[in-house]
């Protein structure tokens, strides 16, 4: 036998249980994942409001004369109250679905509603993202494994480039280049210029090429799809349907389906971190720069609310991935 | 073939510009419009394009009516009535009258209010409304020219429910004034639409403005090179060269009461002791500090060189070591081994700069070079504002600090250097210099406070309890295409109906 060794647990042969502990196994497993999640989303927002607590400064110290309004803005903002108490009193609040009110970015104005516009910009940064990352990735892995290691290798040192880095380049050169057309009147002005100052697609796009590709995400998504498509094309069933004379490619896609769903999951935490900076750069009014803002003003019913959904997204894409993998892939279900 | 596929994506997105109205930067977006909440300078230029106070600066930065039409000071200077214009109306239609005013004032007073701006109303007992167009302000002490610290802008009354108002009242993204452009709306990516106030008083040149907000500060000259921004409010000193060679922009001067300062912790050893501090004062060259970074005046004082308090007579601190060094061996400090140390513990200082000031990271690393070369162990930490404020206003939590104070006409230092001063986190204390402050603060004759501060400069100098450093020098850059610009070095667009576009 050729080719790399089956990955551990999922070529091995399925134990057969009998129908009533497959039931509780899969009942258990699906448990753990939840209550991991539970404990994730908790877990992050717990984090977040003893790290802004503990940092130095807080929402008064930014007025002018923060000292003298000290007593009755603390009093106010629930300021005033031990970290235990502050930790409890956010839990409550989330419990009964509020998230507050903005103390700082946005004063009074409704932290729901702030994360919901600033989180949907975000969603159509971050979805078409992922997707393009994720396509790229199956793209690359079918061309290297045919043998193209010169496109992989531009890929490669292309998505080395960090995020910050990549936008900044891009953003000015493009700049500069549709400049020089406008000064030799070769183009009229376009509506998306310049970078970024203005809302465009061109500006969207920008950040999801970015997303998608910078920071060594695509390489490490390639590297992760080719992994897959090598172990499913050495793997029995796709020798079978080779022998059969059937075509391989229905086969390796429906078997790649739950890696790729792990894959996406672990990437859109990570895309969710890149996030920040791809929004911070390119003045895109995002979730990521709301909570830049959020955690420099301590505004932190805004960074609470963001990282609540944040870790929402995260987890939840966890779940469902792990889920998707247990629907699936019966192996799974028989082992928890 | 390159350059064809280029120029046919580009020619997709080509659309015609079109640019009426002025844009200028902002790296942040006011929070609140509200002139009782103000706490950056982004938002007090936003209150400057549509609040009036009650006196405003002429163009020569003297006091002079705005929404005051006359006033009469009495014979003992601690009462004033002043009569106020009678062709002003608030931007939804409503007359302004007296009791705006003093509306303005109590709400300012209003514990419950917690407004920012409190102080500049402290010296106000009371505000009466005497008729519909006539106020007496009683205050606290003599007021030798109250009218200079009447420059507050006025709100107006029925558009609250009474002086006790909050931070998050709907009139902060609402707001309506009487000056000379409305608030149009706050859009979705964080800019803010303005147009001309249709009631004012005087023609307004401009008719639409927007302030965008560029967040990342590396961006904004070039925005204004690409003529998607009109006007720059200040430039960094890096893009001068850049901006200065370009046809299309125009740089214009101005004096801001800005001075950067290296301020000393006196509140714990050794910066206690005024040898050390005046030792350390020697061993920093200023202006190798102040030449990667800009222009400017070296300064000896808590004043900028055109104020009319700087004394002339003091001297900046001259960079020499043979001097640092005698001061340093009568604190009892010995060089061994090329390092100063006393008692075998090495001399360690932490500086803490804030973040948010330009330039403070080439200033801050050069200065520790400097004192590191003269056998200091140096450690720099960059600050974000709430971090500063904890760390450094209300812990006190550092060695040397270095950061800028801007200051409004008044210049009153009293906050930084009076041993009582909400501002003072540096810890200095000398009660010489606190009679000084007091009596120029309570001074009714204008040449008594220019004496008192001058001698306040002199004392201060003396003390080192901060090294003083620099004015810099302060352009903003607009396109040519706007005209008859005249800026305010403080609120920036006071002068602004004058403005006009080509």
């Known amino acids: 036998m050729t080719g790399p060794a089956p990955a551990p647990g999922l070529d091995e042969p399925e134990v057969v249980l009998p129908v009533s502990r497959r039931g509780a196994r899969l009942l258990g497993a699906v448990a753990m994942r939840v209550a991991a999640f539970v404990a994730t989303v908790l877990g992050a927002v717990l984090l977040v409001e003893v790290l802004l607590t503990l940092a130095p400064g807080d929402a008064i110290d930014l007025l002018p004369n923060g000292d003298e309004l000290r007593v009755g803005l603390a009093a106010e903002w629930g300021l005033d109250k031990p970290l235990p108490e502050r930790l409890v009193a956010t839990l409550g609040r989330m419990a009964r679905g509020d998230l507050g009110t903005s103390l700082t970015w946005r004063p009074g104005a409704s932290v729901a509603e702030l994360v919901a516009d600033t989180g949907a910009r975000s969603l159509l940064l971050l979805a078409p993202a992922l997707l393009l990352g994720v396509a790229l990735a199956v793209a690359l892995g079918a061309w290297s494994a045919r043998g193209g290691t010169r496109l992989l290798r531009l890929v490669q040192a292309v998505s080395v480039v960090p995020a910050f880095l990549a936008a900044y380049v891009l953003v000015m050169g493009i700049n500069a280049a549709t400049w020089a057309l406008i000064e030799r009147g070769a183009i009229a002005r376009p509506d998306w210029f310049a970078l970024p100052d203005t809302p465009s697609a061109v500006r969207t796009a920008l950040a999801i090429g970015v997303l998608a590709v910078a920071s060594g995400g695509l390489t490490e998504m390639h590297a992760a799809c080719d992994a897959e498509l090598r172990r499913l094309r050495a793997a029995p069933f796709v020798d079978a349907a080779r022998a059969r004379g059937a075509p391989t490619w229905p086969v390796i896609l429906h078997n790649l389906v739950p890696p790729l769903a792990d894959i996406a999951a672990?990437?859109?935490?990570?895309?969710?971190?890149?996030?920040?900076?791809?929004?911070?750069?390119?003045?895109?009014?995002?979730?990521?720069?709301?909570?830049?803002?959020?955690?420099?003003?301590?505004?932190?019913?805004?960074?609470?609310?963001?990282?609540?959904?944040?870790?929402?997204?995260?987890?939840?894409?966890?779940?469902?991935?792990?889920?998707?993998?247990?629907?699936?892939?019966?192996?799974?279900?028989?082992?928890? | 073939m390159t350059r064809s596929w280029m120029l046919l994506t580009l020619a997709l997105f080509a659309l015609p510009a079109t640019a009426a109205n002025l844009r200028y930067a902002e790296d942040q977006a006011p929070a609140i419009v509200n002139p009782l909440f103000g706490s950056t300078m982004a938002e007090a230029r936003v209150n400057e394009l549509l609040f009036d106070g009650l006196y405003t600066d002429n163009q020569d930065l003297a006091t002079t009516p705005a929404l005051a039409a006359s006033g009469e000071l009495s014979p003992d200077k601690t009462e004033m009535t002043i009569t106020l214009r009678d062709d002003v109306t608030w931007q939804?239609?409503?007359?302004?009258?007296?009791?705006?005013?003093?509306?303005?004032?109590?709400?300012?007073?209003?514990?419950?209010?917690?407004?920012?701006?409190?102080?500049?109303?402290?010296?106000?007992?009371?505000?009466?409304?005497?008729?519909?167009?006539?106020?007496?302000?009683?205050?606290?002490?003599?007021?030798?020219?109250?009218?200079?610290?009447?420059?507050?802008?006025?709100?107006?009354?029925?558009?609250?429910?009474?002086?006790?108002?909050?931070?998050?009242?709907?009139?902060?993204?609402?707001?309506?004034?009487?000056?000379?452009?409305?608030?149009?709306?706050?859009?979705?990516?964080?800019?803010?639409?303005?147009?001309?106030?249709?009631?004012?008083?005087?023609?307004?040149?401009?008719?639409?403005?927007?302030?965008?907000?560029?967040?990342?500060?590396?961006?904004?000259?070039?925005?204004?090179?690409?003529?998607?921004?009109?006007?720059?409010?200040?430039?960094?000193?890096?893009?001068?060269?850049?901006?200065?060679?370009?046809?299309?922009?125009?740089?214009?001067?101005?004096?801001?009461?800005?001075?950067?300062?290296?301020?000393?912790?006196?509140?714990?050893?050794?910066?206690?002791?005024?040898?050390?501090?005046?030792?350390?004062?020697?061993?920093?060259?200023?202006?190798?500090?102040?030449?990667?970074?800009?222009?400017?005046?070296?300064?000896?004082?808590?004043?900028?060189?055109?104020?009319?308090?700087?004394?002339?007579?003091?001297?900046?601190?001259?960079?020499?070591?043979?001097?640092?060094?005698?001061?340093?061996?009568?604190?009892?400090?010995?060089?061994?081994?090329?390092?100063?140390?006393?008692?075998?513990?090495?001399?360690?200082?932490?500086?803490?700069?804030?973040?948010?000031?330009?330039?403070?990271?080439?200033v801050a690393i050069n200065l520790q070079s400097q004192l590191q070369s003269a056998g200091l162990t140096v450690n720099v930490e960059?600050?974000?504002?709430?971090?500063?404020?904890?760390?450094?206003?209300?812990?006190?939590?550092?060695?040397?600090?270095?950061?800028?104070?801007?200051?409004?006409?008044?210049?009153?230092?009293?906050?930084?250097?009076?041993?009582?001063?909400?501002?003072?986190?540096?810890?200095?204390?000398?009660?010489?210099?606190?009679?000084?402050?007091?009596?120029?603060?309570?001074?009714?004759?204008?040449f008594v406070r220019k004496t008192a501060l001058r001698e306040v400069h002199k004392r201060v100098h003396d003390d080192a309890p901060m090294v003083f450093l620099w004015t810099l020098d302060s352009y903003a850059a607009m396109s040519v295409k706007v005209k008859n610009v005249v800026i305010h070095p403080f609120y920036f667009f006071t002068f602004a109906t004058g403005w006009q576009m080509k």
């Open chain 1, 266 to 336: 672990s990437r859109a935490a990570w895309l969710l971190g890149s996030l920040v900076v791809v929004e911070k750069l390119l003045l895109y009014s995002g979730a990521g720069a709301a909570l830049w803002q959020a955690c420099r003003l301590r505004d932190y019913p805004v960074a609470i609310g963001i990282t609540l959904v944040a870790a929402i997204v995260v987890a939840g894409t966890r779940l469902v991935a792990d889920l998707v993998r247990l629907a699936v892939d019966p192996r799974l279900r028989s082992a928890g």
């Open chain 2, 92 to 362: 939804d239609g409503k007359p302004f009258v007296a009791n705006d005013v003093v509306f303005t004032i109590q709400a300012m007073q209003d514990k419950t209010t917690l407004s920012t701006e409190a102080g500049r109303a402290a010296f106000i007992k009371t505000a009466t409304a005497l008729d519909e167009h006539t106020v007496k302000l009683k205050f606290a002490r003599p007021e030798s020219r109250p009218e200079d610290k009447l420059l507050f802008k006025i709100l107006p009354a029925h558009a609250f429910a009474g002086t006790s108002v909050k931070r998050t009242d709907g009139f902060r993204n609402k707001p309506v004034g009487t000056g000379p452009w409305e608030l149009v709306k706050y859009n979705e990516d964080n800019s803010v639409s303005f147009t001309t106030n249709g009631s004012y008083r005087t023609p307004v040149g401009l008719s639409e403005m927007t302030m965008r907000e560029v967040s990342d500060k590396n961006y904004q000259a070039k925005l204004l090179l690409y003529e998607s921004l009109e006007a720059l409010v200040r430039v960094l000193p890096r893009d001068l060269a850049m901006l200065q060679n370009n046809r299309k922009v125009e740089l214009y001067p101005y004096q801001t009461n800005s001075w950067w300062y290296v301020g000393f912790n006196a509140t714990h050893a050794p910066y206690d002791d005024v040898n050390v501090r005046k030792a350390m004062s020697a061993l920093v060259d200023v202006p190798s500090l102040l030449a990667p970074v800009g222009t400017g005046d070296l300064l000896s004082g808590p004043f900028v060189k055109s104020s009319p308090y700087y004394n002339h007579d003091v001297n900046p601190v001259a960079n020499d070591e043979n001097a640092a060094e005698t001061l340093f061996a009568a604190a009892g400090y010995t060089k061994v081994g090329g390092a100063w140390s006393k008692g075998g513990k090495p001399l360690t200082v932490r500086i803490a700069a804030h973040q948010s000031l330009e330039s403070a990271q080439e």
């Open chain 2, 382 to 446: 960059f600050l974000d504002d709430a971090a500063w404020k904890g760390r450094v206003w209300r812990e006190h939590d550092f060695d040397l600090i270095l950061s800028q104070w801007t200051f409004d006409r008044n210049e009153d230092v009293r906050e930084q250097f009076h041993s009582q001063g909400a501002r003072n986190f540096t810890g200095y204390k000398n009660p010489e210099v606190d009679a000084l402050l007091d009596k120029a603060r309570d001074a009714a004759d204008p």
